[in-house]
């Protein structure tokens, strides 16, 4: 199975894509989109691309585990764009995704420009690699 990882962000969103075969998921791009509804068009164009079966979705969590409010709008984005993308959508917990690629690039030599173009799509590979690992072998 095919999936198409989504980092929810403000103003960047990051994208991943792998299969539950590899389980080695790959960075596709960030997406700076100032409306919901630019950003679920840039992502039909990605879907199109690489045909993922399934979409994995940030969802935000305290780090003391409970679900606030942004967590209730990852959910809603999910719905909407898994409706628009004709897949199913799963939640895939967040927490330290962001600092998991902040430290893969802090390791990479890359200058503060490089990174920041990466950074939201690495917390995207982040979330898928959980995911995977969490899901039992197909």
Do not use: W
Request: charged share 25%; with cysteine.
């Amino acid at each position: 199975m095919r999936y198409l990882a989504i980092d929810l962000g403000d103003k960047r969103t990051g994208v991943a894509c792998g299969d539950d075969i590899l389980r080695l998921p790959s960075p596709v791009e960030v997406i700076e989109a100032s409306t919901t509804e630019a950003l679920l068009t840039r992502l039909e164009k990605v879907a199109r691309e690489y045909g993922p079966d399934a979409l994995v979705v940030g969802l935000p969590r305290n780090m003391a585990g409970p679900a606030g409010p942004r967590a209730t709008s990852a959910r809603a984005f999910a719905e909407v764009c898994a409706a628009r993308l004709a897949i199913p959508a799963f939640m895939q917990d967040e927490r330290l995704t962001s600092f998991a690629a902040e430290g893969a690039l802090n390791r990479s030599g890359k200058t503060h420009g490089q990174k920041k173009r990466i950074r939201d799509a690495l917390a995207a590979c982040e979330l898928l690699k959980d995911y995977l690992g969490a899901a039992p072998p197909s």
